[in-house]
Antibody
Framework: QVQLQESGPGLVEPSETLSLTCTVS????????WSWIRQPPGKGLEWIGY??????????NYNPSLKSRVTISVDPSKNQLSLGLSSVTAADTAVYYC?????????????WGQGTLVSVSS | DIQMTQSPSSVSASIGDTVTITCQAS??????LAWYQHKKGKAPQLLIY???SSQSGAPSRFSGSGSGTEFTLTITSLQPEDFATYYC?????????FGGGTKVEIK
């Protein structure tokens, strides 16, 4: 059974870049769709974007509301995916989750990490 | 973006009760809908996909129905481990969007 674990700094200063890593175990990162989702305190879930990677094929899809600031990448050699979010503000404070899409549809998320809280503050 | 509206935002129920949660989409999404269970500090769990298909490992007391813009998650014979927050998510198009959540609490 695949397991996902998010990691990264718990505190980021305003205007800086938030960088998180999701380590995947129990399965290969290649050949699946991987998403990042976040949940600000007291608010709902917001999908950030996905990446698909298989061999030399890689493509991404980002939420238009964040597209100008988001980068999602994968490192198959480490079985990890990464999230970068630039020019952060307090509004980016949230629990960030990585998740895998089901084999039959990239729209359903069948495995999630436990999430990591990132606070944006000076 | 497709807006997803859940109701109620919270519900108090007792062990053994049946709980019904509704989700409304801002446009027709056919049966492209998922339901998730989320317990604080834990990874969200996919319960239902394609509006009514049970995810492997999900207890049979969870069922989903609906199509178009109106959907329902029903929990029959509520168990202690079911107290959690439930989210719907449209799977019709990107960006994926979620409902605001329904917290199921112990009465």
């Amino acid at each position: 059974q695949v397991q996902l674990q998010e990691s990264g700094p718990g505190l980021v200063e305003p205007s800086e870049t938030l960088s998180l890593t999701c380590t995947v175990s129990g399965g290969s990162i290649s050949g699946s769709y991987w998403s990042w989702i976040r949940q600000p305190p007291g608010k709902g879930l917001e999908w950030i974007g996905y990446i698909y990677s298989s061999g030399s094929t890689k493509y991404t899809n980002y939420n238009p509301s964040l597209k100008s600031r988001v980068t999602i990448s994968v490192d198959p050699s480490k079985n990890q995916l990464s999230l970068g979010l630039s020019s952060v503000t307090a509004a980016d404070t949230a629990v960030y989750y990585c998740a895998r899409a089901t084999p039959h549809s990239k729209f359903y998320l069948d495995s999630w990490g436990q999430g990591t809280l990132v606070s944006v503050s000076s | 973006d497709i807006q997803m509206t859940q109701s109620p935002s919270s519900v108090s129920a007792s062990i053994g009760d049946t709980v019904t949660i509704t989700c409304q989409a801002s446009q027709d999404i056919s049966s492209w809908l998922a339901w998730y269970q989320h317990k604080k500090g834990k990874a969200p769990q996919l319960l239902i996909y394609a509006a009514s298909s049970s995810q492997s490992g999900a207890p049979s007391r969870f069922s989903g129905s609906g199509s178009g813009t109106e959907f329902t998650l029903t929990i029959t014979s509520l168990q202690p481990e079911d107290f959690a927050t439930y989210y719907c998510q449209q799977a019709n198009s990107f960006p994926l969007t979620f409902g605001g959540g329904t917290k199921v609490e112990i009465k």
